[in-house]
């Protein structure tokens, strides 16, 4: 079964500064989707950034990056010139692409990130 | 655009007492729909996902039920609540063609 491992359960970065959260998991697919996923204080989970495993370009979205390592099985978000608003909960999650498979993601525990003014 | 919907926001309700969480998404067909659960400061735990209209799996036996009586609607229920039924629940749907899950503004649910 796959597992997704976030180690960080806390972090803190200075306003401005660049951070990256740490993702490891778990599969013996060779085919499948990588996400991350903001909670901010409100709860509401948002896609920050989407990465298919078949693509070794690694994805970007603005401040938010992705280093994508498959052969590690790592999947760590960098967020450059940190703002106030990414304060926030941090979950790593994975998704399947077999189509005989469940239609689910898995998510890692989160990692809490701090903003410090 | 697609938008998901979840009502109420938040709900205090006494042990024993029954549960109707409701979801509802716009602006597209036959999604997936998902139900999680998330305890104060934990991750996401997933309940129910449903493929289609009267099709619901469940992830964790326990006294809650999910139900899809129309495409777009998802609900949760509970005949009885537990203490440990309280937390936050999420609804989520996803395209049938797409593997990202889209979130509602989910509920609060407090078991006193």
């Known amino acids: 079964a796959q597992t997704v491992t976030q180690s960080q359960p806390e972090m803190s970065v200075q306003e401005a500064e660049t951070v990256t959260l740490s993702c490891t998991y778990d599969?013996?697919?060779?085919?499948?989707?990588l996400f991350w996923y903001k909670q901010p204080p409100s709860r509401q989970m948002i896609l920050v950034i989407r990465?298919?495993?078949?693509?070794?370009q690694n994805a970007t979205e603005n401040r938010f990056s992705v280093n994508f390592q498959k052969a590690a099985k790592s999947f760590s978000l960098k967020i450059s010139d940190s703002q106030l608003g990414d304060a926030a909960m941090y979950f790593c999650?994975?998704?399947?692409?077999?189509?005989?498979?469940?239609?689910?993601?898995?998510f890692g525990k989160g990692t809490r990130l701090h903003i410090l003014p | 655009s697609q938008t998901i919907h979840q009502w109420p926001a938040t709900l205090v309700q006494p042990v024993g007492s029954p549960l109707s969480l409701e979801c509802t998404v716009e602006?597209?067909?036959?999604?997936?729909l998902y139900w999680y659960r998330q305890a104060a400061g934990r991750g996401l735990q997933l309940l129910f996902y449903?493929?289609?209209?009267?099709?619901i799996s469940s992830e964790v036996p326990q006294n809650l039920s999910a139900s899809r009586p129309q495409d777009r609607q998802f609900i949760l229920s509970s005949k009885k609540l537990l203490l440990s039924d309280s937390g936050f629940y999420l609804c989520?749907?996803?395209?049938?063609?797409?593997?990202?899950?889209?979130f509602g503004p989910g509920t609060r649910l407090t078991v006193t």
């Open positions: 989520a749907w996803s395209p049938r063609l797409a593997y990202e899950q889209y």
């Open positions: 599969t013996s697919e060779s085919d499948y989707y």
């Open positions: 990465q298919e495993a078949y693509k070794q």
């Open positions: 999650a994975y998704r399947s692409l077999d189509m005989n498979r469940d239609d689910k993601i898995i």
């Open positions: 602006g597209t067909s036959n999604p997936n």
């Open positions: 449903s493929v289609g209209i009267g099709q």
